[in-house]
């Protein structure tokens, strides 16, 4: 099966920071990937799909770029409501999401 | 609006069951494929189950096992999982999850607010 595997767990930053979540998988998935964020005790939402689309409704301020088996993920002006857990899935059969990367205040 | 409403979760003993249910509204619900996820205590997303349009080809972790059993009522825009033969490691908050396409290779675009279980003696 194929692994996704995201670089960092924990990330420290402060507001108006720039961020970059990597996500690697273990073989190559074209541009089957999705990235979704987190906040405590919430539900996940989805943010970019095709590794590059943004979702209708997501900030601008978040990017997505990649193909193959590497990934970014990039806030480029980080804000209070970011701070939350960020997760990568390959969402073809079997849909494997990344162990994801917990974005905190520095 | 897109409403997903998870429902059935609970305390059950190990080795019990239970069936999941989620309610769905604000969509076709026949034109989606749909998705359960799961998330354990301080842990991070695991994709469980996925059903296509009709309910007619089922997707499982491998996991699970054969523990589980996705459907779906179309007539009642509801999704299902039964659980069979719980143990401690499936405690988790249950996702319903709506595809964003009627494909099987589509993100999730619209989850629920998830459902505990919760399984201990």
């Known amino acids: 099966d194929i692994q996704m595997t995201q670089s960092p767990s924990t990330l420290s930053a402060s507001v108006g920071d720039r961020v970059t979540i990597t996500c690697r998988a273990s073989?190559?998935?074209?541009?089957?990937l999705a990235w979704y964020q987190q906040e405590p005790g919430k539900a996940p939402n989805l943010l970019i799909y095709?590794?590059?689309t943004l979702e209708t409704g997501v900030p601008s301020r978040f990017s997505g770029s990649g193909s193959g088996t590497e990934f970014t993920l990039t806030i480029s002006s980080l804000q209070p409501d970011d701070f939350a857990t960020y997760y990568c899935?390959?969402?073809?059969?079997?849909?494997?999401f990344g162990q994801g990367t917990k974005v905190e205040i520095k | 609006e897109v409403h997903l409403v998870e429902s059935g979760g609970g305390l059950v003993q190990p080795g019990g069951s239970l069936r999941l249910s989620c309610a769905a509204s604000?969509?076709?619900?026949?034109?989606?494929?749909m998705n359960w996820v799961r998330q354990a205590p301080g842990k991070g997303l695991e994709w469980v189950s996925g059903?296509?349009?009709?309910?007619?080809?089922?997707y499982y972790a491998d996991s699970l096992k054969g523990r589980f059993t996705i459907s779906r009522d179309n007539s009642k825009n509801t999704l299902f999982l039964h659980m069979n033969n719980l143990s401690a490691e499936d405690t988790a908050v249950y996702y319903c999850?709506?595809?964003?396409?009627?494909?099987?290779?589509?993100?999730?675009?619209?989850w629920g607010q998830g459902t505990r279980v919760t399984v201990s003696s």
């Open positions: 073989e190559s998935i074209s541009t089957w």
């Open positions: 059903i296509s349009l009709s309910g007619g080809t089922t």
């Open positions: 899935q390959y969402y073809r059969r079997p849909w494997t």
């Open positions: 999850a709506k595809a964003a396409s009627s494909g099987s290779g589509s993100p999730l675009n619209s």
């Open positions: 095709k590794a590059s």
């Open positions: 604000g969509f076709t619900f026949d034109n989606y494929a």
